[in-house]
């Protein structure tokens, strides 16, 4: 199989932030082996949705969905010097980005 890394893009993610909820998102890299590309994201989604501390946070009603998607995979010729296959999360308001 092939080897990609995928950087995912998370949004409209209701999260307790301390205070009150905040509507946040997020990126974060996800290390996959897949047949192709379109394989790789569902892949790096699937393992981001098993994320319990990420599902645990989350506060969206389910008329309000979060949305997740890649924003751009590259195929890689390895894995190696990769400390880690499962990278945290950088979140962003995005109350500031849509300004």
């Known amino acids: 199989m092939k080897k990609f890394s995928v950087l995912l893009r998370g949004d409209n993610f ?11 998102g997020f990126y974060t ?15 790096a989604v ?7 501390r990420l ?10 969905p979060p949305t997740l998607f890649a924003e751009e995979i ?8 990769i400390e880690t296959l499962t990278p945290g999360l950088a979140f962003f308001d995005e ?3 849509e300004n």
């Open 55 to 64: 599902r645990e946070a989350v506060l969206n009603d389910p008329s309000d």
């Open 14 to 24: 209701l999260i307790d932030a301390g205070d009150s909820p905040q509507r946040l």
């Open 95 to 97: 109350q500031q980005t």
């Open 29 to 43: 890299l996800r290390y996959v082996e897949a047949e192709d590309e379109t394989e790789a994201e569902e892949r």
């Open 74 to 81: 590259d195929e890689l010729d390895s894995f190696d010097g």
């Open 46 to 52: 699937d393992l981001l949705r098993q994320d319990t």
